[in-house]
């Protein structure tokens, strides 16, 4: 069960993009859960996560020529959908 | 033996391949996962002015930047080839290529992304030269423009005169004269309507109107357009409410009057296409980065076959047609260019006899103001 308190993956998520997509982030990855899972942006699941590193992996691929920075991003989108500790 | 028969057929298969795309009469470019270019045809080779060893390898929206038709640099989420991976569809756009000598070419693209057990492998996107089309579409709209203008005078001094008809400054009318001068005043406005959705196209079209942005609260922009519809709503005898939900400020830095302008045809048309005794419901939602504006009425609703079509130019659902003769279907063709220069998105959700919800979204800011304080400037790096 989620926490209220907790931030949720999605959350999480944005915060993570935020990072490296700025203001942008919201949008890339709301528009990525709408279209390929085709659910709420809010619902995302760890496996969902999962599901959709490689539509995010190209995506951010047409944003920047710069493959060390794509790693950097998937690795941690990737260490998000893998981690065990909390929220959903 | 049987290996290298299995080689000679791969090695066939893979010239059969290369044959095709290069036969392929449009432009096409293919590109890895890394959106770097795998393939290009010799069309496209032409058409952009490039060897193919200079394009080869490169990072697609780096080498061919892409423009909007206003000339400035598309932002790269914006791209045809991003959108196509956002969605996992295939996406069809017009839009400007730099060529290698500078000169921007105009195009026609159709781009998917190339899959493979459901995996993205990277994008093929076709393009062709519409230079001869834009030039005729120029024409076309400038004719509009210049037609328009001249309509609108003759107009106003019907308009003006009907007025004074009407008031009585020319003398006494009979009942009868006076109903038919409020049918040539009712008229007019129609008329004067219609020249101003005309004249928004063609600016549209033509990328000549520039927002002036300034904060404002959008319930509050709502409220007004409410107030300015409440005729044409009583009329039908419609009911309307606004409503805000959720907590959050609606306030955000937008052009006024464009923004005017959409909810006045979204609501508008709301009310013409719901039968009398219905409802025109108005949400207002603040969420983070965006206000989300939703529309709801209890209209005839929108053919499921022709939904994909309903923001294309003229074009009007059949169901309407048959009820309503006075439309031109330029209405949401015009709001879906508004809302794209407010740097937002609309979409609708419809069913026959139910009703429709149209909504939309529009950033606090504008789209070309989000890349600020990016870790790597991934939003900022333009084409």
């Known amino acids: ?30 528009r990525q859960i709408q279209n390929h899972l085709n659910k709420e942006p809010r619902d995302l699941t760890r496996e969902d996560l999962l599901q959709l590193i490689d539509w995010i992996r190209v995506t951010v691929s047409l944003l920047t020529d710069d493959n060390e920075v794509v790693e950097e991003y998937i690795a941690q989108v990737r260490n998000l959908a ?7 | 033996m049987a290996k290298r028969t299995s080689e000679v057929l791969s090695s066939e298969k893979r010239a059969e391949a290369n044959a095709i795309f290069n036969s392929i009469g449009d432009g096409a470019i293919a590109t890895d996962e890394f959106g770097r270019i795998t393939r290009v045809n010799p069309v496209a080779l032409k058409l952009l002015q490039y060897t193919e060893s200079e394009l ?9 930047v892409a423009m909007e038709l206003n000339g400035k640099v598309l932002n790269l989420i914006d791209r045809p080839i991003t959108r196509a991976f956002l969605t996992g569809q295939p996406v069809a756009a017009k839009l ?3 060529r290698k000598d500078g000169q921007p070419l105009p195009v026609s693209i159709n781009v998917s992304p190339i899959l ?17 089309e834009e030039e005729i579409d120029r024409m076309k709209s400038e004719f509009i423009s210049l037609a328009s203008h001249q309509l609108r005078t003759p107009l106003s001094a019907i308009k003006t005169y009907s007025h004074m008809l009407v008031d009585g400054y020319m003398g006494k009318i009979t009942p009868t004269q006076k109903k ?13 309507e219609l020249i101003s959705t005309l004249l928004n196209i063609t600016r549209i079209e033509s990328g000549s109107i520039a927002a002036t942005p300034k904060v404002l609260k959008v319930d509050r922009v709502v409220e007004e357009v409410l107030k300015e519809l409440a005729l044409m709503a009583a009329d039908k005898s419609i009911a309307t409410s606004l409503k805000v939900s959720g907590k959050g400020s609606t306030s955000i830095k937008t052009d006024n009057l464009i923004l005017k302008e959409i909810l006045t045809n979204l609501i508008s048309n709301g009310i013409k296409y719901t039968p009398e005794g219905g409802r025109i419901d108005v949400t207002v939602k603040p969420r983070l980065a965006d206000v989300l504006i939703s529309i709801t009425d209890t209209g005839w609703g929108i053919p499921k076959d022709v939904q994909n079509q309903i923001f294309s130019k003229f074009f009007r659902a059949h169901n309407i047609v048959r009820r309503e003769t006075t439309g031109t279907g330029l209405g949401l063709y015009l709001v879906r260019g ?43 790096i333009k084409g």
């Open chain 2, 338 to 380: 508004l809302i794209d220069i407010l740097g937002g998105r609309i979409w609708f959700k419809s069913a026959e006899q139910a009703g429709t919800t149209f909504t939309f979204v529009l950033p606090r800011n504008k789209v070309f103001d989000e890349t600020k304080e990016s870790k790597a400037g991934l939003g900022a």
């Open chain 2, 180 to 192: 038919a001068l409020h049918t040539i005043i009712s008229a007019t406005n129609r008329m004067n």
């Open chain 2, 96 to 98: 400007f290529y730099r």
């Open chain 2, 56 to 64: 080869l390898g490169e990072w697609f929206p780096k080498i061919v």
């Open chain 2, 116 to 132: 493979l057990n459901g995996k993205p492998l990277g994008a093929i996107e076709l393009f062709r030269d519409i230079t001869v």
């Open chain 1, 1 to 30: 069960m989620t926490n209220s308190h907790q931030p949720i993956l999605y959350d999480k998520l944005i915060r993570l993009t935020h990072v490296y997509l700025g203001p942008a982030a919201d949008r890339f990855i709301s």
């Open chain 1, 82 to 88: 893998m981690a065990q500790d909390e929220g959903n």
